[in-house]
């Protein structure tokens, strides 16, 4: 099985694969934001923080213990989105830009925390070990992100997923429907946070080295971009969204030096032009039935 | 010692506030964050830089063309980058201004190469004046005396002016100015204006005091100044200012007490502490959401 994967994974250019692996990971991230900030309304401008501690986390529990991969990942997740549940807890009580600015303080903070820790070697990073698994890591990856899509697919229209609809549309009015809206809005930080925590240990591993600097603001905005640019709350939104800017970079490289210039004119145009995101209003799972021809249901 | 120390934080402190205001005064009329804000003060830093060393200026007559130049720059962005986006979702416009952050950093980038410049030796007369006890130099007397004057004259047009007014009443509510016969579209052109001017001003005097000019200097100096904004409570101008002066000496203090590896997060956790006790603000008016 593993001899198979391994010659599916070599068979394809490595360039490619590498794009495909950044894809498959800004999914995972992407779908965790979506929980907080699509699903449940709240802007959170600090995701990044979230994907270093688990990114940290992650290589540290590779490097001092023998733990599979998939149990690190569960352990890494379990850990992050514990911290975001105990950070949640006093800032989820702010609204709007007052929460956002206080996510953009929090991933500084844990920035800053990170580029003065002895154990993660300050300023300098770490080189992460090789993943304790015999699957390849594109492989990984791919099935983590496929997993995040069934997950939020599944919590989008479950009980927890309506009650956190309820708070994004009116949340006073949650809260006079009796919906316990700290709870279910720590429950949603908590659970987009795992997801970003399993995202950074994948990134760990699949780039085997890390940085603290390469958690800044610049990439707490590159997930919620991805986010916005697919659809606020929409899965279909998101994946779309996180594949086109994570590879959006990598197709531009021919421009080289024009390259960023590009993309910021890019998120400008696009929100000009698709001020809902690419599929923001569009109903995926109608397109799909109508283009099998078949009437969906309740029209 | 003590002495020193305040007044090297009241010198950051007011580049911290010139520049929250541009983030306080377009947040009052919009709703808006305006992440470019960063990339104007960045772009009034260059233009002042260039203006000294290419045709041997004068720095007030170098800040006043780097005020004008960042002028057209704010109206331009706002114009193509925001106004299509005011009916649509706020996040929207905040990609945009991401997008616009982005695209101005990258131009500097490629413009003005990756390495800081520094100003030409004697762009500004430095001198050391002792009083008592604390080495006080003429660049800190003039970045607190221009953004003192600064603020006076904001202060003076908000307050005193017919389009101060119709700001007042914009941002008190959009809709019902623009029944009133307020040209909204106007008012706010002329917000961003205000705002990257005072933005250009602190960039030529952070580029003056720490005699370096670089591509990504907007980026942590916007992000400090917006934690001044809402530290003092958003959309509050008296706000900005108190916010930007207390980061300013809290981070001075921070670092010469030895936390100077830190010192980024510094600004920060102040923000973050002083929001959960009192969540809008410093000056901000709490406000009750009505069903």
């Given at each position: 099985?593993?001899?198979?994967?391994?010659?599916?994974?070599?068979?394809?250019?490595?360039?490619?694969?590498?794009?495909?692996?950044?894809?498959?990971?800004?999914?995972?991230?992407?779908?965790?934001?979506?929980v907080?900030?699509?699903?449940?309304?709240?802007?959170?401008?600090?995701?990044?923080?979230?994907?270093?501690?688990?990114?940290?986390?992650?290589?540290?529990?590779?490097?001092?213990?023998?733990?599979?991969?998939?149990?690190?990942?569960?352990?890494?997740?379990?850990?992050?989105?514990?911290?975001?549940?105990?950070?949640?807890?006093?800032?989820?009580?702010?609204?709007?830009?007052?929460?956002a600015?206080?996510?953009?303080?929090?991933?500084?903070?844990?920035?800053v925390?990170?580029?003065?820790?002895?154990?993660?070697?300050?300023a300098?990073?770490?080189?992460?070990?090789?993943a304790?698994?015999?699957?390849?890591?594109?492989?990984?990856?791919?099935?983590?992100?496929?997993?995040?899509?069934?997950?939020?697919?599944?919590?989008?229209?479950?009980?927890?997923?309506?009650?956190?609809?309820?708070?994004?549309?009116?949340?006073?009015?949650?809260?006079?429907?009796?919906?316990?809206?700290?709870?279910?809005?720590?429950?949603?930080?908590?659970?987009?946070?795992?997801?970003?925590?399993?995202?950074?240990?994948?990134?760990?591993?699949?780039?085997?080295?890390?940085?603290?600097?390469?958690?800044?603001?610049?990439?707490?905005?590159?997930?919620l971009?991805?986010?916005?640019?697919?659809?606020?709350?929409?899965?279909?939104?998101?994946?779309?969204?996180?594949?086109?800017?994570?590879?959006?970079?990598?197709?531009?490289?021919?421009?080289?030096?024009?390259?960023?210039?590009?993309?910021?004119?890019?998120?400008?145009?696009l929100?000009?032009?698709?001020?809902?995101?690419?599929?923001?209003?569009?109903?995926?799972?109608?397109?799909?039935?109508?283009?099998?021809?078949?009437?969906?249901?309740?029209? | 010692?003590?002495?020193?120390?305040?007044?090297?934080?009241?010198?950051?402190?007011?580049?911290?506030?010139?520049?929250?205001?541009?983030?306080?005064?377009?947040?009052?009329?919009?709703?808006?964050?305006?992440?470019?804000?960063?990339?104007?003060f960045?772009?009034?830093?260059?233009?002042?830089?260039?203006?000294?060393?290419?045709?041997?200026?004068?720095?007030?007559v170098?800040?006043?063309?780097?005020?004008v130049?960042?002028?057209?720059?704010?109206?331009?962005?706002?114009?193509?980058?925001?106004?299509?986006?005011?009916?649509?979702?706020?996040?929207?416009?905040?990609?945009?201004?991401?997008?616009?952050?982005?695209?101005l950093?990258?131009?500097?980038?490629?413009?003005?190469?990756?390495d800081?410049?520094?100003?030409?030796?004697?762009?500004f007369?430095?001198?050391?004046?002792?009083?008592?006890?604390?080495?006080?130099?003429?660049?800190?007397?003039?970045i607190?005396?221009?953004?003192?004057?600064?603020?006076?004259?904001?202060e003076?047009?908000?307050?005193?002016?017919?389009?101060?007014?119709?700001?007042?009443?914009?941002?008190?509510?959009?809709?019902?100015?623009?029944?009133?016969?307020?040209?909204?579209?106007?008012?706010?052109?002329?917000?961003?204006?205000?705002?990257?001017?005072?933005?250009?001003?602190?960039?030529?005097?952070?580029g003056?005091?720490?005699?370096?000019?670089?591509?990504?200097?907007?980026?942590?100096?916007?992000?400090?100044?917006?934690?001044?904004?809402?530290?003092?409570?958003?959309?509050?101008?008296?706000?900005?200012?108190?916010?930007?002066?207390?980061?300013?000496v809290?981070?001075?203090?921070?670092?010469?007490?030895?936390?100077?590896?830190?010192?980024?997060?510094?600004?920060?956790?102040?923000?973050?502490?002083?929001?959960?006790?009192?969540?809008t603000?410093?000056?901000?008016?709490?406000i009750t959401?009505k069903?």
């Amino acid at each position: 099985m593993a001899d198979f994967l391994n010659s599916l994974v070599g068979s394809i250019d490595p360039y490619m694969l590498q794009i495909l692996v950044n894809v498959g990971i800004a999914i995972v991230l992407a779908l965790g934001l979506n929980v907080i900030t699509g699903l449940t309304g709240q802007l959170s401008l600090g995701h990044a923080a979230f994907m270093s501690i688990g990114a940290f986390t992650s290589a540290m529990v590779t490097i001092k213990t023998g733990l599979p991969f998939f149990a690190n990942l569960a352990v890494t997740g379990v850990v992050t989105a514990i911290v975001a549940a105990a950070i949640g807890f006093p800032i989820l009580r702010l609204t709007g830009d007052y929460l956002a600015i206080c996510t953009l303080g929090f991933a500084e903070i844990v920035k800053v925390f990170f580029l003065n820790f002895e154990p993660t070697n300050k300023a300098l990073g770490l080189t992460v070990p090789p993943a304790k698994t015999s699957i390849p890591m594109p492989i990984y990856v791919w099935v983590v992100a496929i997993l995040a899509i069934i997950l939020v697919t599944f919590v989008q229209s479950s009980r927890f997923g309506r009650a956190l609809k309820a708070i994004r549309e009116d949340e006073i009015a949650a809260d006079a429907m009796g919906i316990n809206t700290a709870r279910y809005k720590i429950q949603a930080f908590a659970l987009g946070s795992f997801m970003a925590g399993i995202g950074g240990g994948l990134y760990a591993h699949f780039l085997s080295y890390i940085n603290p600097s390469d958690f800044g603001f610049l990439k707490s905005v590159d997930i919620l971009a991805m986010v916005v640019l697919g659809g606020l709350g929409s899965v279909p939104g998101a994946v779309i969204g996180s594949s086109v800017l994570a590879s959006a970079p990598e197709f531009l490289r021919f421009m080289s030096q024009y390259r960023m210039l590009v993309y910021g004119a890019l998120l400008v145009f696009l929100m000009v032009f698709r001020p809902n995101g690419l599929l923001g209003g569009v109903n995926v799972t109608e397109l799909l039935l109508r283009a099998v021809g078949r009437k969906p249901a309740g029209k | 010692m003590f002495l020193q120390q305040l007044v090297n934080g009241v010198a950051l402190g007011s580049v911290y506030a010139l520049i929250a205001l541009g983030y306080t005064m377009v947040y009052g009329i919009i709703t808006l964050i305006n992440f470019a804000h960063g990339e104007i003060f960045m772009a009034g830093a260059f233009i002042g830089l260039l203006l000294v060393s290419a045709f041997k200026v004068n720095v007030f007559v170098a800040m006043a063309g780097a005020m004008v130049f960042c002028m057209l720059m704010g109206v331009i962005i706002e114009l193509i980058a925001y106004r299509p986006l005011r009916k649509s979702s706020r996040l929207s416009a905040l990609i945009s201004a991401i997008g616009v952050s982005i695209f101005l950093s990258s131009l500097a980038l490629m413009v003005f190469g990756a390495d800081a410049k520094g100003f030409p030796d004697g762009a500004f007369p430095v001198r050391q004046i002792k009083v008592g006890t604390a080495d006080i130099s003429t660049l800190q007397i003039l970045i607190i005396g221009v953004s003192a004057v600064l603020m006076m004259a904001l202060e003076f047009i908000v307050q005193k002016t017919k389009i101060g007014k119709a700001m007042r009443a914009t941002s008190e509510d959009y809709n019902t100015s623009a029944l009133m016969g307020i040209n909204v579209n106007r008012v706010i052109s002329f917000t961003f204006a205000l705002g990257s001017a005072l933005a250009a001003a602190g960039g030529v005097l952070v580029g003056v005091l720490f005699n370096a000019v670089s591509f990504n200097m907007g980026l942590m100096a916007g992000l400090k100044a917006f934690a001044a904004a809402v530290l003092g409570g958003i959309g509050s101008i008296p706000g900005a200012m108190l916010g930007g002066l207390l980061l300013g000496v809290s981070e001075v203090f921070g670092v010469a007490i030895g936390y100077s590896s830190y010192r980024d997060a510094i600004a920060f956790t102040i923000l973050v502490l002083v929001l959960l006790v009192k969540p809008t603000g410093l000056l901000g008016q709490k406000i009750t959401k009505k069903v």
